[in-house]
Nanobody, 117 residues
Framework: VQLQASGGGLMQAGGSLRLSCVAS????????MNWYRQVPGKAREWVTV???????SYADSMKGRFTISRDKAKNTVYLQMNRLKPEDTAVYYC????????????WGQGTLVTVSS
């Protein structure tokens, strides 16, 4: 499984951005798709997940502002980020957990989101 993330950029606080992650390779083996983010010098932080069944979950600080969705026909997962805050500034990575068991991880290259105050 290979992942290609895009959509980052510079945005003012309160604005919106949509990130995309296109998956290729053995798509049918993907169990779940996640978004993570990382600020330089800090640990990578989990943001949200969408499972192969379509279930979603979010980190508490993103609930109500971020939405994960997918377009199966395009093999693409999206992260819609609304009401952005300066503390959302980070490199955002998409991740795929894929099988067979034990599940493995694939990572996209990261896309930088900068939110100015």
């Amino acid at each position: 499984v290979q992942l290609q993330a895009s959509g980052g950029g510079l945005m003012q606080a309160g604005g919106s951005l949509r990130l995309s992650c296109v998956a290729s390779g053995n798509i049918l083996s993907i169990n779940a798709m996640n978004w993570y983010r990382q600020v330089p010098g800090k640990a990578r932080e989990w943001v949200t997940v969408i499972t192969s069944a379509g279930s979603t979950s979010y980190a508490d600080s993103m609930k109500g502002r971020f939405t994960i969705s997918r377009d199966k026909a395009k093999n693409t997962v999206y992260l819609q980020m609304n009401r952005l805050k300066p503390e959302d500034t980070a490199v955002y990575y998409c991740n795929a957990r894929y099988g067979p068991l034990p599940l493995r991880d694939a990572w996209g290259q990261g896309t930088l989101v900068t939110v100015s105050s």
